[in-house]
């Protein structure tokens, strides 16, 4: 099929939006681009956006090209401050807003994308609307809340994921004093309760109160802006001038639905293995789908920057006209916390649980070099196999030492459907300075086959 003349629409102009649009531009020059992004910025990093509020970067290195870098280096065309008010399918139009002007948009397509993203989850409590009160979702809430955190002297947190805990680190390192709430048992509930530990008692050790257990109930204000946080327990209040909600997100969905694009049970946009939604020509791609992982077998949103790259790739292609299918996640995910490398990839133990899979489990502690070498740096793995046929369910890790490594030999043996036997057995580098003769994964992998041999 020829594309010459085909235009393709992008609607969001992110990690998925541009993805797509710069592999359909190098697949098909001949292809009309166009991506159209409401805020007045695209194609920045929001995975940096902790380290810029902190002071570690500043806004334009955030942001990896322009608008103009993109007509000049791959003929897109990017929009900002253009927001997609609806999308018309069977005149094949989408119609806009310039955010700027008010003035009215509307562009032809035969090709859509949609790659909106996620909005935050708000709590249904008493306060989130008032002054100070933040979400952070993008680089739009980054220049809203930076400004705000300069006279702040105490800062709240609600919520203790990946972005409340980074934000915790910055908050801290800029001098304030923070406080954050986690309504569950642990901090990143993500990970087993062992691991989880190990994260909180470095969050306390640098200075961060840490509240588990602990549901806001309300947040307070003198009229004028936030003043306090309560909870339900005899905790109190907690006195603060800022707060950050970090109670979830969930997909950006409203926009696809009233044009009748499907979405499923975890709330994301359905699409099938080459990312296209129920209505032909419509593709979806990020944070706004629910797409297929490896370890669940079915579609589930996946709210991370490293998903929306991927998915965005295989959507670009799609759009360009071939027939690339995703290949699904796994789960892979990294942060850091003051002096801690924290991640995980495959399932917890309560999602093993939750999936009905019978498993085993073994945590070890190691070095991540030899023992003797400078540097060396503790870290703990924690590894979950099927308790059948020995496959590798997934390892979480946690340690003031080289833990991606580890962590990424883990989702290439996940992705590749690997058993206890084969991790226990990779080849692996060694030397001195960067590992051990058995490296802390072969350790972890030995470990729990042997509770597979002497259960109980
Ligand atoms: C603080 C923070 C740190 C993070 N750190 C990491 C990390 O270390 N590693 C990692 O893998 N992930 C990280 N993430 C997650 C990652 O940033 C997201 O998963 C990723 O940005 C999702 O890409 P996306 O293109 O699907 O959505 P987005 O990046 O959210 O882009 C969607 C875009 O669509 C636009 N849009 C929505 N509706 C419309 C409309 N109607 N018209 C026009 N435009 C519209 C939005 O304005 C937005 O710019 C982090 C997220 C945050 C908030």
């Known amino acids: 099929v020829s594309s010459r003349g085909e235009k393709i629409v992008v609607v969001g102009g992110n990690a998925a939006g541009l993805t797509a649009a710069s592999r359909a531009r190098r697949l098909d020059p001949r292809l009309e681009i166009t991506v159209l992004e409401r805020a007045p910025h695209a194609a920045y990093s929001t995975c940096g956006i902790p380290y810029f509020l902190a002071g570690d970067v500043d806004q334009e290195s955030l942001v990896r090209m322009t608008p103009a870098d993109f007509q000049r280096e791959r003929q897109i065309e990017v929009l900002t401050s253009v927001r997609v008010d609806e999308v018309a399918p069977s005149r094949r139009r989408i119609l806009a807003t310039r955010t700027d002007t008010g003035e009215a948009f509307e562009a032809r397509f035969d090709r859509l994308l949609l790659a909106t993203g996620v909005v935050p989850n708000v709590p249904e409590i008493p306060g989130t609307d008032l002054p100070g009160v933040h979400t952070l979702v993008g680089l739009t809430d980054a220049l809203r809340l930076a400004p705000e955190l300069e006279g702040a002297a105490q800062a709240g947190i609600v919520g203790a994921g990946y972005v409340g805990l980074e934000m915790a680190e910055a908050l801290i390192?800029?001098?304030?004093?923070?406080?954050?709430?986690?309504?569950?048992?642990?901090?990143?509930?993500?990970?087993?309760?062992?691991?989880?530990?190990?994260?909180?008692?470095?969050?306390?050790?640098?200075?961060?109160?840490?509240?588990?257990?602990?549901?806001?109930?309300?947040?307070?204000?003198?009229?004028?802006?936030?003043?306090?946080?309560?909870?339900?327990?005899?905790?109190?209040?907690?006195?603060?001038?800022?707060?950050?909600?970090?109670?979830?997100?969930?997909?950006?969905?409203?926009?696809?639905?009233?044009?009748?694009?499907?979405?499923?049970?975890?709330?994301g946009i359905v699409v099938d293995p080459w990312m296209e939604t129920n209505l032909p020509g419509i593709f979806a791609a990020g944070n706004c789908t629910e797409a297929f992982s490896r370890l669940h077998a079915r579609a589930v949103p996946g709210y991370l920057g490293t998903v929306a790259a991927k998915q965005g790739r295989v959507a670009g292609e799609n759009l360009a006209g071939r027939r690339t299918q995703y290949a699904g996640s796994v789960g892979t995910i990294i942060l850091k916390a003051f002096d801690l490398a924290i991640g995980k990839t495959g399932l917890s133990s309560d999602e093993a649980q939750s999936e009905r899979i019978p498993f085993t489990s073994a945590r070890i502690e190691a070095l991540d070099r030899a023992a003797y070498f400078p540097g060396a740096g503790k870290i703990w793995l924690k590894v979950l196999a099927a308790t059948d046929n020995h496959r590798l369910l997934g390892l979480q890790g946690v340690g003031y030492g080289d833990v991606a490594r580890r962590l990424d030999v883990a989702a290439t043996a996940l992705t590749s459907g690997m058993t206890l036997e084969e991790l226990a057995n990779l080849d692996l580098t060694y030397t001195p300075p960067f590992g051990s003769l058995w490296d802390p994964l072969h350790r972890a992998a030995q470990a729990a086959l042997r509770n597979l041999s002497s259960p109980g």
């Open 173 to 267: 390192r800029l001098g304030k004093k923070v406080t954050l709430f986690e309504g569950r048992d642990r901090v990143l509930p993500g990970l087993d309760a062992d691991m989880a530990r190990i994260v909180e008692y470095e969050l306390r050790r640098n200075g961060v109160r840490v509240h588990t257990h602990q549901k806001v109930t309300a947040l307070a204000g003198d009229g004028d802006r936030v003043r306090s946080i309560h909870t339900g327990r005899s905790l109190g209040s907690t006195p603060v001038d800022v707060v950050l909600l970090d109670t979830g997100v969930r997909p950006n969905v409203e926009l696809a639905r009233s044009a009748g694009v499907r979405t499923g049970e975890g709330g």
